[in-house]
């Protein structure tokens, strides 16, 4: 059904990926996106390859954003290295790194596990432990939050609106951020639509993906795709707030997987930001904005760019009267979901970040925006500044009136 | 996204210039782009036009653009906007510190990785022929684990062209081990770097001398910038010219480099990934084009529209065995009748290629027309490779015709009509 057919063929040898490839750029132990990607899944398709440098890969997309030719390049990518995984011992940090969702699950059942699990953490950072497992000690990894958007977003009194949305929050929000969420919910109230929830959602399985877990993501992908497939009947758009997720379930699905109604979906989701720059196209939004005395940096997260939408973010937060905000415009952050957190990818994420972190140095800003959770804590730990979600600033402007 | 005073379709050299100019005089722009462009591989020099007909060169650049045959691009464009556009371009590159240098009158022999010569107008600081040809010694820099650069057939190729020049090689040790096969770009990129620089300035020294000129492949730094090249040519003491390489190019990325910092400067909206395959027309006019990917369709709305979408390779215009079709505003397309005559089958002959030349047939105002002349949208102008009537690999003429034509648009645009 899916019309975005991986044709490694549509691919004419120009190079454009290998100049665009962060990785690439800091480690010449990758081939690079062109090699490892459509050059050798030609070869891949005549009898199984195993390519070391598959594992360099990020996941970034920046290579099927430099394409002229609409490769999926990281796909194939992810597709070959997860081939190539299958049946082979599965390192444990790798394993929870792809399931982070399991463990959100199972520390949201007993009261106060959270703060334990972050303690726990800490600990097994500086004890060497998350090293032995694969997990990076010098990376910054998210900290559970004591109560989860569902569980806040259940508590919180909603004015009813004719107009409705479903919002998903990802693992992300869900279980590490859940004020973004509570923001995100706000936000939309104040421009007149009442927000569901639907607690059936899995994770999207980006993390799955990259982990070399296709089979499970394949099932989320099924899951999701079906309650997408309620909501849409019922007319509602479905809005998401982490942009690795908003790729996931409009692109990668189709990139990756067979299953009715996932094109269609694709065009009922809607990026938070998107939702409200289009809500502004048509003179709809609500610009009753108080003043936000701020100036701060914006990264546009791979994920982002790589859904040819533009950067709504900063079309709406050029909107707050006092506010100041400017594109960093300085690639990729490095993290790439877990890639960063990896034990031995930790030093390539760094330098991959460095041209970011330099540029925030230099910009003086103690505030970015970003609107991915993982290059926010990136951007946090990197450059040692504050990182929010550009609702976060919405919400603010609202909240100043 | 609101309307905007001009969308650009397309993120090559023309779209970008076109947009530069556009906004540098006061428009709200935006570009929408697909892929990097071709200037990641197609070079960051200007070929205005190098040969005629019969693969004869021309003396000048600007004899070429007179005498541009019938048809061609140039001769709707005009001589005296040519010479407006090169200088404009000139001026915002050099504001940005990244100045080419050339002109119009006079033809640039540069060398290529093969060790032959190419006809061309516009040149950065780092390919100044001039220096090539006043020393008496050329030394090609051979520099170890790098592809697609042969040093020694590259001195053997020179010394055909200079039989006066004394020519020599200097081998330089491999800058940094491991790793995949080194292209240019790589090594462009240890070159962005001073202790790396140092290095390979120390290996060059030994052969640096009076009347010298290194012959180089295209690796003194990534950036929209002279840092490195001033850095190494200080510490040689000797100058270096870099020769004209395959992809991906270092002097294209600078390129793209350079016209996309302006952009940002100017305040043009640059959108990535977007998919333009189709538009809305109401009263004969040209409203908005749509995107369409894996999401939804987007609109993009705007008074003026500037087609830059590309010829063959950069898919603005595409072809299967029976048609052939411009996707965004279905133009006709002016291509030979049958498709077996696309093509001249003897490949490097003294002909051009039939394929190469299909394009968009355009009046003066580069607005599209049908086959009776008529315009077909009066608010869209067509440039670049979209335009019919010239094979810019035969004639060295490519990114000529993308900034002169789009200089025009935007001119045309800023205006608000006719030249």
């Not at chain 1, 998401?240 to 694709?266: I, P, R, V, W």
């Not at chain 1, 103690?366 to 993982?374: L, Q, R």
């Not at chain 2, 040149?123 to 040093?151: C, I, N, Q, Y």
Request: charged share 20%; aromatic share 8%; net charge neutral.
């Amino acid at each position: 059904m899916s019309k975005h057919v991986v044709n490694p063929d549509l691919c004419t040898a120009c190079t454009v990926c290998v100049a665009h490839c962060p990785v690439a750029e800091v480690v010449r132990e990758y081939r690079g996106p062109k090699l490892s990607g459509p050059a050798s899944e030609r070869l891949r398709l005549l009898s199984p390859q195993d390519d070391a440098s598959l594992d360099f890969c990020s996941n970034c997309k920046n290579c099927d954003i430099s394409c002229p030719s609409g490769v999926p390049i990281s796909t194939l990518n992810m597709k070959a290295r997860a081939k190539m995984w299958e049946g082979k011992p599965e390192p444990q940090g790798r394993k929870m790194m792809a399931h982070g969702e399991q463990m959100g699950k199972l520390l949201a059942r007993f009261p106060g596990a959270a703060s334990i699990v972050n303690l726990g953490m800490g600990l097994g950072k500086s004890l060497g432990m998350m090293d032995m497992v694969g997990i990076s000690s010098k990376a910054p990894l998210p900290s559970y939050a004591s109560t989860t958007f569902y569980k806040q977003f259940k508590s919180f009194k909603q004015k009813s609106f004719d107009k409705k949305v479903v919002f998903y929050p990802g693992c992300t929000i869900n279980f590490n951020q859940p004020e973004i969420g509570m923001d995100v919910v706000k936000v939309l109230q104040a421009n007149g639509y009442e927000v569901l929830v639907d607690e059936e959602f899995v994770c999207c399985g980006s993390p799955l993906v990259v982990g070399g877990y296709l089979g499970e993501a394949n099932e989320n992908a099924r899951k999701n795709t079906s309650l997408m497939n309620k909501w849409r009947a019922k007319g509602y758009p479905v809005i998401t707030a982490c942009t690795s997720c908003g790729l996931m379930l409009k692109q990668e699905y189709q990139e990756l997987f067979h299953h009715e109604g996932m094109d269609k979906n694709a065009e009922n989701i809607y990026d938070i930001m998107e939702f409200l720059s289009m809500l502004d196209d048509e003179d709809k939004l609500n610009t009753n904005f108080g003043q936000v005395n701020d100036t701060m940096l914006y990264h546009a997260p791979c994920h982002l760019r790589a859904q040819g939408m533009g950067l709504p973010a900063l079309d709406v937060l050029s909107l707050i009267p006092g506010y100041r905000i400017e594109n960093a415009a300085a690639g990729c952050c490095g993290m790439s979901g877990s890639y960063g957190m990896q034990a031995n990818k930790r030093e390539i994420s760094l330098k991959v970040g460095e041209k970011l972190f330099n540029r925030i140095r230099q910009a003086g800003v103690k505030s970015v925006v970003s609107d991915c959770g993982t290059c926010r804590l990136q951007i946090g730990d990197g450059a040692k500044v504050q990182a929010i979600h550009p609702v976060q600033i919405v919400a603010r402007a609202y909240a100043a009136k | 996204m609101k309307k905007s005073d001009v969308v650009v379709i397309g993120g090559g050299l023309s779209g970008l210039f076109a947009a530069a100019v556009a906004a540098q005089n006061g428009k709200k722009v935006t570009v929408l782009s697909y892929g990097a462009g071709s200037l990641t591989i197609g070079g960051g020099i200007v070929d205005i036009m190098g040969y005629a007909d019969g693969n004869v060169p021309f003396a000048t650049p600007i004899e070429g653009v007179k005498n541009a045959p019938e048809g061609h691009p140039y001769t709707f464009i005009g001589e005296d906007t040519v010479k407006e556009a090169v200088e404009a371009f000139k001026k915002m590159a050099s504001a940005e510190g990244y100045a080419y240098q050339g002109s119009l009158d006079e033809m640039q022999w540069i060398p290529t990785a093969v060790g032959t010569l190419k006809p061309t107008a516009l040149v950065p600081r780092t390919m100044d022929v001039a220096k090539m040809e006043a020393a008496k010694k050329l030394v090609v820099v051979d520099l170890a684990g790098l592809k697609d650069f042969s040093a020694p057939m590259a001195a053997k190729n020179l010394g055909l062209l200079f039989p006066n020049k004394t020519i020599e090689t200097v081998k330089v040790p491999e800058l940094e081990k491991s790793g995949r096969d080194m292209t240019a770009f790589d090594t462009a990129r240890l070159l962005d770097r001073a202790d790396i620089r140092t290095m390979f300035a120390a290996a060059l020294k030994s052969k640096a001398g009076k009347d010298v000129c290194f012959i180089v492949p295209p690796i003194l730094g990534t950036h929209a910038s002279y840092v490195a090249f001033d850095d190494i040519t200080k510490q040689v003491g000797a100058p270096l010219v870099e020769c004209a390489a395959v992809a991906p190019s270092v002097t294209g990325i600078r390129l793209r480099e350079l016209m996309l910092s302006i952009l940002r400067k100017q305040g043009v909206v640059f959108i990535e990934k977007a998919n333009v395959c189709g538009n809305i027309v109401e009263n004969g006019k040209v409203v908005a084009v749509t995107t369409k990917d894996f999401g939804r369709q987007r609109t993009y709305r705007a008074d003026e529209f500037v087609l830059a979408s590309g010829g063959f390779y950069g898919a603005g215009i595409t072809a299967d065995q029976e048609n052939v079709k411009e996707v965004v505003f279905d133009l006709p397309i002016v291509a030979p009748a049958r498709v077996e005559d696309w093509t001249n089958a003897k490949m490097f002959s003294d002909a051009k290629q039939p394929f190469a030349m299909i394009g968009i047939a355009v009046n003066e105002q580069l607005q599209p027309v049908d086959a009776e002349g008529a315009v077909i949208y009066p608010n869209v102008r067509v440039v670049g490779r979209n335009l019919a009537g010239y094979d810019f690999c035969f004639e060295k003429s490519g990114n000529g015709v993308a900034l002169t034509s789009a200089y025009k648009a935007a001119s045309l645009i800023v205006k608000g009509g006719k030249a």
